[in-house]
């Protein structure tokens, strides 16, 4: 038995250009094997559906985009990792699109693949137990408003920071890390203020 002509691989690449240059949506088992010119058969040796392709790019894109995050978390350099979205955003353009221009809902509607929900279920909890933990060390106190808090400052103000940059397919400027530095200075003064 020979070497198979197409990989897991392959078939994950020609979805992620697909979804690069039209967006999730237009990821189709058609349009991907016409980008392989690969036999339908040998995406679905592969794929049981479209919804696991798909689901498969999105888990392994924000886990990609979620090392660096979760690295400056460890070492307790909150800055570093609110600083992550616009500096990972330069490096990957194209994957920065994806993950922060479409909710993962735009990937798989419904329920998600039996074979990925684990998956997405401890993304999510990897990244609630960083928020929580950074509000404990910063606040000193992880109560709902120390968390709001911590959510806003290492997910949600970088995010929007970048966002109108990749709709124009732009590299967010070095002046968006200046701004979320300073945003992010004064919010955490604020709060350890408001403790003390």
Not at 8 to 21: I, N, P, V
Not at 62 to 69: C, V, Y
Not at 158 to 176: C, D, F, N, S, W
Request: proline share 4%; hydrophobic share 40%.
């Amino acid at each position: 038995m020979g070497t198979p002509r197409f990989t897991h691989s392959d078939f994950l690449s020609a979805a992620r250009s697909e979804a690069w240059a039209n967006g999730p949506g237009t990821v189709t088992v058609d349009s991907v094997i016409q980008r392989l010119r690969a036999p339908r058969g040998s995406f679905y040796h592969r794929y049981s559906s479209r919804d696991v392709l798909l689901g498969e790019l999105w888990l392994s894109t924000i886990l990609a985009f979620q090392e660096g995050f979760v690295a400056a978390l460890d070492n307790e350099d909150g800055l570093a990792a609110a600083l992550h979205t616009p500096r990972w955003a330069r490096e990957h353009l194209d994957d920065a699109r994806l993950l922060l221009i479409y909710s993962r809902h735009d990937f798989v509607e419904g329920d998600w693949p039996a074979t990925l929900q684990e998956g997405v279920r401890a993304q999510t909890e990897r990244i609630n137990t960083c928020v929580n933990r950074f509000a404990q060390q910063t606040f000193r106190v992880a109560n709902q408003a120390n968390r709001r808090r911590a959510l806003f400052l290492l997910c949600e103000l970088p995010i929007a920071a970048v966002k109108g940059y990749l709709e124009r397919r732009e590299r967010p400027p070095a002046l968006v890390d200046e701004l979320i530095s300073l945003s992010y200075h004064a919010i955490v003064a604020a709060g350890t203020q408001e403790r003390e």
